[in-house]
């Protein structure tokens, strides 16, 4: 009950916590990470239990309304996304006015943030068919988004979806083709791409998510707020890390392989010099996301029998920095991403879809948060305070004066 703003508001104190090393921003149900432990649930469902037994699909019903869906919930919300792939043709014309080697992240962002365009009947926040749809169609529409932007930038026509595929089956034809008889979209490749989504769907007040909630506190629409929260994702010291780690990989490749120099390069803290894919604010132990990722990155390449020096110099990195002091003083273990860029690799996806991918995987835990903070009758628009460290107060001299 002791409600700590306004404790500090009546005492004329405000809290000084750059980075929000310790603030909660929210009280939240939906995400519960021990950092320490390495544990983290959704909806206090442990990950490597969804991600080895549930969908994509059925994940993100679990985040945004709070159970698991029956039977026939899951068929019935599977079926509305199913019918809102389809971008308005106005919208697929959008992507035409973005130079052809667009980065496919602000596309996807500038995309979704259109959205709030071309569905003027789902814009209102507090209105729950409105954000029903919206929701939906966020979800529905994602996947056609990012591979249009895929499309776009290899200069290829764009594929309508084919909603008679599931989710992710549907993502990867619009993406790579068409498949035939001979080339169907491989099942391989579609449960690890959907155990991946899994891995990413919602991490508690991340970078993005928190954009997010910031966003839609102003009670701007859930397309606004989901498209400032794939920029922030987009920022290597977070979603764009993915890519970073493989730019890594390869860079210490192209240089002979020789990873002991280049953790020598870490540890002088040489500028711009970082172990990418290391590190996290909230994980001090083994990132759990991370355990079953690399896993997964050697079952799906010799699957796939795609084998990649690659994976062999990420592991040779990550067991000598294992041992090392300065990593594990500072306890800088693999994050989630440490290897899932060799697995997107491995699928045919360019450097430049990883974040993107994220994205995909990440929407429902920020569509879930915006939900949850807009039914939460105690929340505030975001505004914090700071310390003010600028020029007290002075005459102001005109400019032939100064
Ligand atoms: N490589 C080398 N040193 C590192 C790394 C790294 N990846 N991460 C942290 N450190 C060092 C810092 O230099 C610092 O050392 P110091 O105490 O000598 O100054 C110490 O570890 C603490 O690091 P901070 O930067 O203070 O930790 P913070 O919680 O602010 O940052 C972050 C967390 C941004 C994830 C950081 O670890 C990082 O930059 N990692 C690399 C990028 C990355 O992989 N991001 C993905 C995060 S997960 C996600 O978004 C999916």
């Not at 891995?199 to 701007?220: F, I």
């Not at 922030?232 to 990989?249: C, K, T």
Request: hydrophobic share 40%; with cysteine.
């Amino acid at each position: 009950g002791l409600d700590i703003g306004k404790v500090l508001k009546e005492t004329g104190y405000v809290t000084y916590d750059p980075g929000f090393m310790n603030t909660s921003s929210c009280a939240s149900a939906i995400t519960y990470i021990d950092g320490d432990a390495g544990i983290l649930r959704y909806r206090g469902y442990p990950i490597d239990q969804l991600a080895q037994q549930s969908s994509f699909l059925e994940v993100s019903y679990l985040l945004i309304y709070g159970e698991l869906p029956t039977r026939a919930q899951l068929d019935a919300f599977s079926e509305q996304i199913s019918i809102h792939t389809l971008l308005h043709e106005d919208m697929r014309r959008f992507f035409d006015g973005f130079r052809h080697d667009a980065h496919p992240m602000p596309v996807l962002s500038s995309a979704v943030s259109a959205l709030s365009t071309f569905y003027q009947d789902s814009l209102d926040p507090f209105d729950p068919q409105q954000v029903e749809i919206s929701t939906i169609r966020l979800l529905a529409k994602a996947p056609t988004i990012a591979s249009y932007a895929y499309k776009r930038s290899i200069g290829q026509p764009y594929i309508y979806p084919d909603n008679t595929l599931g989710y992710v089956e549907n993502f990867l034809r619009m993406t790579f083709g068409v498949p035939s008889v001979e080339h169907p979209v491989d099942p391989v490749v579609a449960k690890a791409l959907d155990m991946l989504f899994i891995l990413h769907a919602d991490h508690e007040q991340n970078c993005s998510t928190s954009t997010v909630r910031m966003v839609g506190s102003s009670h701007a629409n859930l397309y606004a707020s989901v498209s400032a929260g794939i920029h922030a994702l987009s920022g290597p010291l977070h979603g764009g890390a993915n890519e970073a780690v493989l730019e890594m990989l390869a860079g210490i490749q192209a240089a002979g392989g020789d990873v002991a120099s280049f953790v020598n390069r870490v540890k002088n803290k040489e500028q711009g010099v970082k172990l990418m894919g290391f590190g996290h604010r909230v994980y001090k132990n083994y990132d759990p996301r991370a355990a079953i990722v690399k896993k997964a990155a050697r079952d799906v390449l010799e699957r796939m029998d795609k084998p990649d020096p690659l994976l062999d110099l990420a592991m040779e990195l990550e067991e000598i920095a294992l041992a090392d002091d300065f990593f594990v003083s500072r306890k800088l273990y693999p994050n989630v991403d440490f290897y899932t860029g060799l697995i997107y690799k491995a699928m045919g996806f360019p450097t430049k879809m990883f974040t993107v991918l994220f994205a995909l995987g990440r929407l429902p835990g920020w569509i879930a948060q915006w939900r949850e903070m807009i039914e939460d009758p105690s929340s505030k628009i975001n505004r914090p305070r700071q310390v003010y460290t600028g020029a007290t107060e002075r005459d102001f001299v005109h400019i032939a004066d100064r």
